[in-house]
């Protein structure tokens, strides 16, 4: 595949994750506020999109195979970001739910780090 297919198909999967929380899906946890585009700024600093939820957003980065995802996960884990695979064969409710599991697992791991930061008080 070249690089401006990779491209193109990395796009689409982008606009079906924006597209799959349209109208806030049902199901979705109280914490979880939606999802918004990330600015053409954060996307030159590897952010596809946010996840806004109530301790605040998460930046995603959206690929659309495991092997863009292998070329890049160190630094995207570096940069706390949320690296989520939308497969082309994904419905937005797979999407939804993918989305939700890993901002689950992302919230409450932030949640505990910011509680082991905390400075005890004698």
Same mark, same amino acid.
């Given at each position: 595949?070249?690089?401006?297919?990779?491209?193109? #198909?990395? &796009? +689409?999967?982008?606009?079906?994750?924006? *597209? $799959?929380?349209?109208?806030?899906?049902?199901?979705?946890?109280?914490? @979880?506020?939606?999802?918004?585009?990330?600015?053409?700024?954060?996307?030159?600093?590897?952010?596809?999109?946010?996840?806004?939820?109530?301790?605040?957003?998460?930046?995603?980065?959206?690929?659309?195979?495991? #092997?863009? &995802? +292998?070329?890049?996960?160190?630094?995207? *884990? $570096?940069?706390?970001?949320?690296?989520?695979?939308?497969?082309?064969? @994904?419905?937005?409710?797979?999407?939804?739910?993918?989305?939700?599991?890993?901002?689950?697992?992302?919230?409450?791991?932030?949640?505990?780090?910011?509680?082991?930061?905390?400075?005890?008080?004698?």
């Amino acid at each position: 595949m070249s690089g401006e297919q990779g491209r193109r #198909r990395g &796009l +689409r999967a982008e606009r079906r994750f924006i *597209k $799959a929380f349209r109208g806030h899906p049902k199901g979705m946890p109280p914490w @979880f506020k939606g999802v918004r585009h990330a600015t053409k700024e954060e996307d030159a600093q590897g952010i596809d999109a946010w996840a806004e939820l109530d301790i605040g957003d998460i930046p995603i980065q959206i690929k659309s195979t495991e #092997r863009s &995802l +292998r070329n890049n996960y160190e630094k995207y *884990k $570096a940069a706390s970001i949320v690296v989520l695979i939308i497969f082309r064969n @994904f419905s937005n409710a797979q999407i939804v739910n993918k989305t939700a599991n890993f901002m689950e697992r992302e919230r409450s791991k932030r949640l505990r780090d910011s509680l082991s930061e905390r400075p005890v008080s004698s």
